[in-house]
C-alpha cells in the first residue's frame, strides 16, 4: 500500500520560513514525479512545485526565487523549503505522486496546514 506522509506545516509570521517533508512507502519513484499542491479555502487546488525522478524542477510563478524543491529518491522523500512566506501562501499543502508513463498512478499525502500571519 503506497503511503504519503507529510510533515512541518504550522503558523509563521509573515517573511518566516518552513519547511515541508514528505516521505512515501510502498512503490518505486522510477518515471514518476513528486510535488507539492497547495489549497486555500474556496480556490483550487494548484500545483507549487514539482520535481522528476530525474531531478528536472517545476516552480509556478507564486513560488519562483522563494520556494526550493528537493526530492531523494535513495530516501524516497521531497522537501519544499518556503522562504519569505507571504499570508497568500496560507492554504493546506498536499504531496502527490504520480507517473503519466505505463503504468500509471497517482498518489496525494493527507495534506498539512501552512498559515502565515502576525
Known amino acids: 500500500q503506497v503511503q504519503l506522509v507529510e510533515s512541518g506545516g504550522g503558523l509563521v509570521q509573515p517573511g518566516g520560513s518552513l519547511r515541508l517533508s514528505c516521505a512515501v512507502s510502498?512503490?518505486?519513484?522510477?518515471?514518476?514525479?513528486m510535488g507539492w499542491f497547495r489549497q486555500a479555502p474556496g480556490k483550487q487546488r494548484e500545483l507549487v512545485a514539482s520535481?522528476?525522478?530525474?531531478?528536472?524542477?517545476n516552480y509556478a510563478a507564486s513560488a519562483e526565487d522563494r520556494f526550493t524543491i528537493t526530492g531523494d529518491n535513495a530516501k524516497h522523500m521531497v522537501s519544499l523549503q518556503m522562504n519569505n512566506l507571504k499570508p497568500e501562501d496560507t492554504a493546506v499543502y498536499y504531496c502527490?505522486?504520480?507517473?503519466?508513463?505505463?503504468?500509471?498512478?497517482?498518489?496525494w499525502g493527507q495534506g498539512t496546514q501552512v498559515t502565515v500571519s502576525s
Open positions: 520535481v522528476t525522478s530525474g531531478g528536472t524542477t
Open positions: 510502498g512503490t518505486a519513484f522510477s518515471g514518476a514525479t
Open positions: 502527490r505522486l504520480w507517473r503519466r508513463i505505463t503504468p500509471t498512478y497517482s498518489y
